[in-house]
């Protein structure tokens, strides 16, 4: 049996992860500030402040997945943002800690990051070997978390995960790009050619199980579909699948009064290719927008 620690294993991804370690049949440890029940003898638990006990360093373990972090879904004021950065900050460098003092490291530490940190553009297209040229605050949020990873290099094979937006109907941002489009008015924002980086839930928690299981696979990885799509594209696939219209269009001016600085998530894009993965031929379940929006909204 195969002994998964998971940090941040309440959250959104994180409990779709322990479902899909569970039927695997792994034993799961969840590091988080609050305890859930999942029904299963396999799920323990964990405090953060535990992390720094002497016995703790003693435990096997085979893998490590950190996802843990302070949501974004929130207007950014100067405290949120404060709450952001440190959460990851803080996490990621215990994580790290835990790992220099273990007397058997694990064989890989899967690290949650995000693809912010390459920046928004219209033209550009962004993978692995992208340099690191944003500067607004999710950027640096990004280039600061990453660096927290560096010192778990030499203690074992680490994979930065660079989510893109991750689409589910039980969470994430799928419910609200859809509650538009269910009351008749939805439609683009601007000009609607702002590129649009997502991943389906399950090809997200089948490309982490890739990470842990495939031994070449390290460094930076972008959990994103092999297939981005604009604004515009999106709330016409949307509408479609729907059967709403989308005649509507939302001023970019108006998303930002309404949630001042994140609405950069939705006002400005990238084009973001999970290039690493497709050189491992990782197989996507839901490759296109379309098949992962029918899913979701048959499900």
Not at 216 to 225: D, E, P, R, Y
Not at 282 to 296: G, S
Request: glycine letters at 8%; a neutral charge; proline letters at 3%.
């Amino acid at each position: 049996m195969v002994h998964i620690v998971v940090a941040g294993g309440t959250g959104f991804v994180g409990r779709h992860l322990i479902q899909s370690l569970l039927d695997q049949g792994h034993k799961i440890t969840i590091i988080s500030r609050h305890r859930a029940s999942h029904g299963e003898h396999n799920v323990h638990y964990i405090h953060w402040e535990q992390l720094k006990q002497d016995r703790i360093k003693d435990m096997h373990v085979d893998a490590i997945v950190n996802l843990a972090g302070e949501t974004i879904n929130q207007r950014w004021s100067e405290a949120a943002k404060q709450r952001i950065l440190q959460s990851r900050i803080t996490t990621t460098r215990a994580v790290a800690d835990w790992v220099s003092k273990m007397e058997h490291k694990p064989n890989v530490v899967v690290q949650g990051s995000g693809i912010s940190v390459y920046g928004s553009s219209l033209v550009e297209t962004f993978d692995e070997t992208s340099n690191s040229e944003g500067h607004d605050f999710l950027a640096e949020v990004v280039k600061q978390w990453e660096h927290e990873t560096k010192a778990m290099e030499q203690h074992t094979r680490v994979v930065r995960l660079r989510l893109g937006i991750v689409l589910s109907n039980d969470g994430g941002a799928f419910p609200k790009l859809m509650l538009p489009f269910r009351f008749g008015v939805g439609g683009k924002i601007g000009k609607g050619n702002q590129w649009f980086s997502w991943i389906h839930i399950q090809d997200c928690v089948n490309m982490i199980n890739k990470c842990l299981d495939d031994e070449n696979v390290q460094g930076a990885v972008n959990a994103t579909s092999p297939e981005p799509v604009t604004n515009a594209d999106l709330t016409y696939i949307l509408a479609k699948v729907l059967h709403r219209p989308h005649f509507f269009t939302v001023p970019s001016f108006a998303l930002k009064l309404l949630l001042g600085e994140m609405s950069t998530l939705m006002v400005d894009g990238q084009r973001v290719i999970p290039q690493k993965m497709l050189d491992h031929r990782f197989e996507f379940l839901y490759p296109t927008f379309q098949q992962a929006a029918t899913q979701i909204i048959q499900k």
